[in-house]
């Protein structure tokens, strides 16, 4: 295999392959730098954020032993992992493990460090994702030895997402939704064998001691990608992915959903408005007195959060800021101060007054001189 590395990259694995054949120490990548190779989906060079890497042995004791020559930014013992920093790049660095689960959709408990890559891939969530690529170093250059142990290039040919054992997705129920990324992202489908699995799992979800925050952090990376995450929420609805979330049936209602998505997020990241909705959090209605204040209040939600508002709500209100939210006022309180207002002189109500004026009869305020003839004859002149 060959790996298109960037001048610095290239330099730092030089540096860490070298010192780990000293060290009787094998070097990898593993994950998606080796899969999206074989897929051939990139053709740029690689940079530092696109790569794993992982040694057999405690990676935190090694990159000590470095005496300097590379800086250490955070460690982290209980998964004996290190981030390094090196001419500006940052790079996480990982050691070979064995780990179980003490209960479904916790995070996993280490038992050995340093184990052989055989090993190590068993804790891996799809074939796909869990290809090794062994760095070694002779004749002044860096090789690349592929080492399949899961049928993870067949698998890869025949786009098929297949979980390494048959508790995958109880001992760690994310692997559903992240395996949806990868089918959308890749053109990839579940096995028929894991479509079954899947089933099995939501029929007995285990909510007992799961971590909440880390699954719905999963759920929110997983939709935050524009150009898939619409399919990706039809079908987390569709399937009922969301019972790994919680057991309260959602009230999914379909049409209003699709009102809201087009009107207030057709050009924006709809990521955290679908995640509100399988969260299905309460919310309080905003209280209104005119439609200034609608304009207030409203203006400080964002697009993902007024959708989701409406949604819950159906407020007209809502509605209403949509339509007046891009209306802005030309002038601003130099330009009345301009006029001879002093600047404690409720310049603050005049610009409020004017602004509410034109939310009512935008069409009559065409330019900065209408707006200032305005404040002249309602104002001024009383």
Not at 22 to 38: K, S, T, Y
Request: one cysteine or more; hydrophobic letters at 35%.
């Amino acid at each position: 295999m060959y790996f298109n590395l960037d001048d610095r990259l290239n330099d730092f694995l030089k540096i860490i392959v070298k010192n780990a054949q000293i060290q009787n120490v094998r070097v990898f990548f593993v994950g998606g730098i080796v899969r999206d190779h074989l897929l051939d989906s990139f053709s740029n060079e690689i940079v530092n954020q696109d790569v794993d890497i992982i040694l057999n042995t405690n990676a935190i004791k090694f990159i000590q032993r470095l005496h300097g020559k590379i800086k250490i930014k955070s460690i982290h013992k209980d998964f004996a992992t290190v981030k390094i920093q090196y001419e500006g790049m940052e790079i996480d660095i990982a050691s070979t493990r064995t780990e179980h689960y003490l209960y479904s959709g916790s995070l996993p408990i280490v038992d050995l460090i340093g184990v052989n890559p055989q090993q190590d891939v068993l804790r891996r969530d799809f074939t796909v994702n869990s290809l090794y690529c062994e760095l070694k170093y002779f004749n002044n250059e860096l090789n690349f030895e592929l080492l399949d142990f899961v049928n993870g290039v067949k698998d890869i040919n025949n786009k098929t997402l297949r979980v390494l054992h048959d508790n995958s997705y109880n001992d760690d129920p994310t692997r559903i939704i992240r395996g949806l990324g990868f089918k959308y992202r890749f053109d990839f489908d579940f096995s028929k064998e894991d479509k079954e699995l899947i089933k099995k799992y939501l029929k007995n979800v285990n909510y007992k001691n799961a971590s909440y925050d880390r699954i719905l952090s999963v759920f929110k990376k997983t939709l935050d990608n524009k150009q898939y995450s619409r399919l990706i929420f039809d079908e987390i609805i569709e399937k009922k992915y969301y019972k790994i979330l919680s057991s309260n049936e959602l009230n999914f209602d379909k049409k209003h959903f699709d009102f809201c998505y087009y009107n207030f997020l057709s050009n924006d990241n709809p990521s955290q408005f679908f995640v509100d909705v399988l969260e299905n959090k309460e919310v309080k209605l905003i209280t209104c007195n005119n439609i200034l204040d609608v304009y207030k209040k409203f203006s400080r939600l964002d697009n993902n959060a007024l959708s989701y508002y409406f949604y819950k709500t159906h407020d007209k209100n809502t509605l209403l800021y949509n339509e007046i939210k891009d209306i802005k006022l030309n002038i601003n309180g130099n330009d009345l101060i301009n006029l001879g207002f002093s600047e404690g002189d409720k310049i603050g109500e005049v610009l409020d007054s004017l602004l509410k004026e034109k939310f009512l009869a935008a069409q009559i305020f065409k330019t900065k001189e209408d707006e200032i003839n305005w404040v002249i004859k309602n104002v001024l002149r009383r």
